[in-house]
C-alpha cells in the first residue's frame, strides 16, 4: 500500500493545495485531495473520514481561510482523534495554529516559499521509504514463514 497524505486546505487556498499535491506525488506518495479524489455527487463526509483514518500523514495547509473553513477545523479533530501525523504549514504570517495544535512546530512556508517546499517534499519522501522498507521487510517475513512451512514435507512436530 503506498503511502498516503492528506491535505487539509479552505478551498480558498486551492491553488497553493494543487501545487503542493503535485510536489508530493512526485514523491510517489497518494495524496487526498478532496477537488481531485472525490467524484461529483461522493458523499463528502464518510469520504473524508475514510481518508483521514487511512493516511499515514495529515497536512494541514492553515490560513485565515482555512481557520474561518467549516471543514478544517473538523478534519484536524479527525486527524487528532486517529492519532495521525500532522505537518502544519503556514501559508501566511499573522495568525495561530488552532487549539489541538497550538504548542506544534510548523512549516512556515510564507517566510521562504521553496525552501520550505523543498523540506516538504524531501520529508514527505523518507517517509515514503521508510513505509516502502517496512512493507519490503514484512513481505519478506511472509514469504520466509511460507518457505518454511514448505519446506516442512508434512512433519508433524507434535508426534
Request: hydrophobic content about 45%; proline content about 5%.
Amino acid at each position: 500500500m503506498a503511502f498516503s497524505v492528506f491535505i487539509s486546505y479552505s478551498t480558498k487556498d486551492l491553488a497553493r493545495a494543487r501545487y503542493i499535491r503535485r510536489l508530493l506525488v512526485k514523491t510517489g506518495s497518494q495524496v487526498f485531495l478532496a477537488e481531485y479524489s472525490l467524484a461529483p455527487g461522493s458523499e463528502l463526509t464518510p469520504s473524508v473520514l475514510k481518508a483521514i483514518k487511512e493516511c499515514d500523514l495529515f497536512l494541514l495547509l492553515w490560513s485565515t481561510n482555512a481557520k474561518s473553513s467549516e471543514w478544517v477545523p473538523q478534519e484536524i479533530g479527525a486527524a487528532r482523534a486517529h492519532v495521525k501525523p500532522v505537518i502544519p504549514v503556514m501559508l501566511h504570517g499573522g495568525i495561530k495554529l488552532p487549539g489541538f495544535l497550538k504548542g506544534m512546530k510548523y512549516l512556515p512556508l510564507y517566510k521562504d516559499p521553496d525552501r520550505a517546499l523543498a523540506w516538504l517534499q524531501r520529508n514527505v519522501f523518507r517517509r515514503v521509504q521508510k513505509k516502502q522498507q517496512r512493507n519490503g521487510l514484512s513481505w519478506m517475513g511472509i514469504g520466509a514463514t511460507v518457505i518454511w512451512l514448505l519446506n516442512r514435507d508434512g512433519r508433524d512436530d507434535n508426534v
